[in-house]
Nanobody, 125 residues
Framework: QVQLVESGGGLVQAGGSLRLSCVAS????????MGWFRQAPGKEREFVAA????????FVADSVKGRFTISRDNAKNTVYLQMNSLKPEDTAVYYC??????????????????WGQGTQVTVSS
């Protein structure tokens, strides 16, 4: 079992920045690839970013490319999502998730084994 706890969400003005953190406990964090997803009211859960087990490979969704960066620190059992140049359409609950897989398939929520409870990000215009 892996337990995931997100933090760092909040209210920010458009153009601002936030850094989300997700701390893992339980089984070996460094053996999992990690992802960030978001879900706005009335919408499906949407892929944001993913990073492989050692941080050597990562990618983000086109909608956040150039603005968001995913990283991880295995010594701290933590994955981060740095969000810059935030827009109102970035408003959502953000979730981190862990998977034993890595590759193009990790854009799909069903490929993840463990999920955090989510943290709210609200961007005002």
């Amino acid at each position: 079992q892996v337990q995931l706890v997100e933090s760092g969400g909040g209210l920010v003005q458009a153009g601002g920045s936030l850094r989300l953190s997700c701390v893992a406990s339980g089984r070996a964090f460094s053996s999992y690839a990690m992802g960030w997803f978001r879900q706005a009211p009335g919408k499906e859960r949407e892929f944001v970013a993913a990073i492989n087990y050692n941080g050597g490979n990562a990618f983000v969704a086109d909608s956040v490319k150039g603005r968001f960066t995913i990283s991880r620190d295995n010594a701290k059992n933590t994955v981060y999502l740095q969000m810059n140049s935030l827009k109102p359409e970035d408003t959502a609950v953000y979730y981190c998730a862990a998977t034993s897989l890595y590759g193009p398939m990790v854009v799909r929520p069903a490929k993840y084994d463990y999920w955090g409870q989510g943290t709210q990000v609200t961007v005002s215009s």
